[in-house]
């Protein structure tokens, strides 16, 4: 029988990726977001429902027939965070939604992708045990959510995974984001602020992070488990933006122009050593070839 995947935010960047990877396995893919496809990321054989996970009601019928047998992973929620309301309807409400509406008889596995901030400035490496210090609202709504998941689990006897991600890049990521707003400027020649650059962070690339959501898909051992998940060892953005600037052969970034915010820490990144131990995983593609990758990318699109 084929696996059938419902993916909430599955037109974005991290979405979009997930999708491709399932249809590549022949897996029934439904796509659930707010908008439909940007053309670019628009995929045939996908089935694609327009629908805002915060109005469970909505959700609900527009899910009808689509809600037996599944696996579930839950890529949605505003990507700009200034505005607090909708950061916690989309990113706490939402997953509330989503969990509440299929219960154990319908749900194999619920996937929640969290995020790197939950653990706020507490010191690297992040390892999955540490207590959750979130400082923006952004992280604060996540965590949230992760411990409304959690709950739900042992209501419902549903399997419960939480992905927390750090930074992922590669093809197709919207210009919002550090590297691929750092690979356009450059390749427009632009003289643009960057911060002084101090901070480290860590790196993953898309096709790396694919990989880990498949096998915890198809691992039938995994109940009720948090990973970070990452490259593993933190790189300096000054470094970065000036090798992106020597890849590239031009771009002028003012290094020190643009000040940290006050929730991010020096120094980010996990031990993934969970990841391994329980699933196999590791990350397969070095930072420079991915980062090769990217820029090809934007600089042919």
């Given at each position: ?27 029934i ?68 939604n ?12 619920f ?35 992760s ?15 939480i ?72 790189k ?66």
């Amino acid at each position: 029988m084929k696996k059938k995947i419902i993916i909430a935010g599955g037109t974005g960047f991290l979405g979009f990726h997930f999708a491709k990877a399932c249809l590549k396995k022949k897996w029934i893919v439904v796509s659930v977001s707010r908008k439909k496809p940007k053309k670019i990321r628009f995929l045939k054989n996908v089935k694609y429902i327009q629908a805002d996970i915060t109005d469970k009601e909505n959700l609900q019928k527009k899910l009808k027939g689509h809600m037996n047998a599944v696996f579930l992973v839950n890529f949605a929620g505003e990507a700009e965070h200034k505005n607090i309301k909708k950061t916690f309807l989309s990113h706490y409400r939402g997953l509330k939604n989503l969990s509440e509406l299929f219960s154990n008889k319908f749900l194999i596995k619920f996937i929640q992708i969290g995020t790197s901030f939950e653990y706020g400035k507490i010191k690297s490496p992040h390892r999955e045990h540490f207590k959750l210090q979130p400082i923006s609202n952004y992280a604060k709504a996540k965590t949230l959510a992760s411990k409304e998941l959690l709950n739900n689990y042992k209501k419902n006897n549903f399997s419960a995974l939480i992905v927390r991600p750090y930074q992922i890049y590669g093809p197709n990521q919207d210009l919002n984001r550090f590297i691929p707003r750092l690979i356009s400027n450059c390749i427009k020649n632009k003289i643009f602020p960057c911060t002084s650059g101090v901070q480290f962070r860590d790196f993953l690339f898309i096709d790396d992070f694919i990989n880990f959501i498949e096998k915890i898909i198809i691992n039938k051992k995994l109940k009720n488990e948090v990973f970070n998940i990452g490259y593993g060892k933190p790189k300096k953005i000054k470094n970065i933006i000036l090798l992106v600037k020597r890849l590239i052969g031009q771009g002028g970034p003012v290094i020190g122009k643009v000040k940290m915010r006050n929730e991010e820490s020096i120094t980010s990144y996990p031990d993934i050593s969970k990841a391994f131990k329980l699933t196999g995983w590791r990350p397969k593609v070095r930072f420079n070839s991915g980062l090769k990758k990217t820029i090809n990318y934007y600089q042919k699109n």
